[in-house]
């Protein structure tokens, strides 16, 4: 294995495809020593301890929920991980989320964090295969999976992906930030980033689901938000909050573009050394997603989390009142 952090896909149509992958890849990394993570479906995971065993030293089973059903929760689980790992020299993750029932949105996440983990995990030492089952996943995430691995895995053998895309390329190709499409200004504010915080969280607590511990949440993610923005020189920005498709999103906008804004801002969990955008990660951890972007004409950050039925948007309107905007 080589000493640095090696991702490969695997597209496969059968159970013995899957078991061509997935068997030498566990079984060699136990002769080696080197602790095998299997967060694979559950029917996978029987069919490949049906072939080495069901007690099996080194190997670790792991279904969809210990890594996280969303894409940032699941990169942080790998990079922890490895974290307890290291110093074993060298850890291998067969990584396979279940895809029944994601939405597009969804699925277009995970391609994104995909190309995330190229970045994110580079000095690691995980071997990282992750297999897409052709009888269940969409053609259109199945191409994304040559453009997110540098290797694909056919059987036992490993080939480059003529279609690999440098991951901030894939990043850029795939935001999907876009405020200025936005025309409901019955939810829009603009003022300092203290009023837009309060803004936030009175125009968003009457959408958001009847927990108190939802708003709160909510609250620290917007706030990490406005925090990195005021870290980057913005102190104003402009604010949308509205229901989207049973969601509460709410999109923060400066005119002031930022330096440098990383792709993949938000997927790392903060290390000793503290970096720019570090507090993003808990707001990434909190809502069900999180997109930054800036170009010359502003930067924006955008983020959602489960909301009530839309119907509630009369009482947000009525909340909205109170700040006289």
Known sequence: MKESFLHQGCIYGSDAEFLAMAVPFVQD??????PVLVATTRPNQDLLRDVIGWKTEGVEYADDGHLGHRPP???????????????????????????????????EAFNRM??????????????????????VVEADVLEDVRRTHP???????????????????????????????????????????????????????????SDEDAVGMFGIAVGEAI???????????????RPAADRVVCTLHSDTP??????????????AIERPGDGLWLTNQICEWLDVTSDASGCTIELAMPAQAADDLRRAENSRLSFGS
Do not use: K
């Not at 991951?167 to 850029?172: G, K, M, N, Y």
């Not at 980033?193 to 009175?202: H, K, P, S």
């Not at 925090?227 to 909050?241: H, M, N, P, S």
């Open 29 to 34: 990394g136990q002769r080696r020593g080197e």
């Open 73 to 107: 929760q699941h990169a942080t689980a790998i990079h922890h991980y490895w974290s307890r790992h290291q110093s074993a020299g060298a850890v291998r993750v067969l990584a396979e989320p279940e895809w029944t029932g994601r939405s597009g949105r969804e699925m």
């Open 114 to 135: 995909e190309a995330a983990l190229n970045v994110v995990l580079a000095d690691t030492e995980i071997w990282m295969i992750c297999p897409y089952d052709t009888r």
């Open 151 to 209: 290797e694909c895995v056919v059987g036992g053998r490993a080939e480059p992906s003529s279609q690999f895309m440098a991951p901030e390329e894939f990043a850029r190709l795939r935001s999907s930030s876009q405020p200025q499409s936005i025309a409901a200004d019955l939810f829009r504010f603009e003022g300092e980033l203290a009023a837009v915080r309060r803004y936030v969280l009175n125009t968003a607590t009457a959408l958001l689901r």
């Open 227 to 241: 925090t990195y923005l005021a870290r980057q020189g913005v102190d104003r920005a402009a604010v949308w909050v």
């Open 258 to 271: 930022l330096d440098h804004v990383h792709p993949f801002v938000g997927y790392r969990p903060p290390g």
